[in-house]
């Protein structure tokens, strides 16, 4: 049994709080659906991969490298900051976010299978430490930034290990039949092994991957890593030089259900640095620089979605048992993962203690879609009303960051709680901010 809520969230008679603030106070302080932020729970699991990554590897380690796509705004990249870790950004939009936090440019990776010119130079322009390259085109377009800035740009190349990570296709990333990166096995990685060794603007400290993501065992980690060290080897006999870093990319998974068992930082941490000092072992190599970019593993804990419920409808199923609809007023615009990946989540009615008897229950948005479920199955009590309140928790990851505006619908804002206080840190998008598009 784990525990999906961060660790500020308290459950006294069935109802739910955050930092001692009840889940009632926040909804009419912050209006719904909003995403609700535990701070401490947030900075607390960032230096916890930080430390890990540190005692695991000791002078071998490298950076812990925050994947923003799980979630990121302007105050949030302050805390990564504050926490020592780097910022792994994929897109100028996200690069954006970062500078206007003022995060040091050395600290950051720029990543991307299809970075624009116009990305790569903002990166180049900025200072970004490392570029992790993802096709052949990007060598030219990386060292053309790198020629017109008078600078050497160090880079990675991210292969593809040709590893089936044991979690949904769509998050899947390193077997063959992918868009992401080079190739080992069909020999892609090699040919950009050589390019980018001999080029003068471009410095090659190491070799990237990413297998996948929601992983919650070690092995697939360890495999890739075996694969990539015996890239490094080739590399070394062939070029008489050792590479210095690998990057294994994200992937820690974490707990959505009480039955998801997800690795603790130490134990995914301890178990890696012991299958790359197998490894190198066997293949008579220095332990490179170890770096990883957990962005789940980070964020996804930290927070949770609380909506109001609008309607409840009860229909009657073709085993003549029945089900409880209950609408919600948001969905599939701030949660899109379970009509997606068909994610699994909990959720409680978080204003009053509900005692009366559980009914199978699917908890809906507001979007014009049946295919619009937030909780396709859940026993909820069957005395549900419009105007309790539903918390899910877990959402903290590629939840606002996918959010979207279907049907017009203002994406929620996420507001921080920190010692009994509450605060909007990315506020709600209102109905002119829609319409200020509109030419
Ligand atoms: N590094 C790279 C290169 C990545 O592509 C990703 C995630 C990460 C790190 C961070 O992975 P994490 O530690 O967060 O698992 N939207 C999907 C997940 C897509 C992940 C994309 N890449 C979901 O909601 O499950």
Redesign the pocket.
Known sequence: MTNPWSSEVKFSDGKLSLCRISATDLAREFGTPTFFLDEEDFRSRATAWGYSLKDSFGENAGTV?Y?A??FICVEVARWIDQSGIGL?V?TGGELAVAIAAGFPPARMEL?GNNKSVAEINQAVENGIGKI?IDSLYEIERIAAAAKACGVRQKVML?LTPGIEAHT?E??S?AHEDVK?GFSIASGVAWQAIIAVHHHEDLELVGF?S?I????LDTEPFGEAADRLIALLARYRDEFGAELPELNL?????ISYLESDDPLSPNQAMFALAAAVTDSCKRNDLHIPKISI??????V?PSMFTLYEVGTVKEVVLDDGGTRNYISVDGGMSDN??TS??G?EYVGVIANRAASAALRQSRVVGKHCESGDIVIRDIQLPVDVVPGDFLAVPATG???R??ASNYNHVPRPPVVAVSNGKARVILRRETLSDLLSLDV
């Open positions: 490298y994947a796509k799980s792994d994929c990543h992790i991210r949904h769509f998050i990333t992401f990237h990413h996948g993501s929601q992983i990319g994200g992937g820690y998974g970019e957990p962005g789940r593993a980070i996804g899109i993962r997606l990946y994610a990851a590629y939840c960051s996918m």
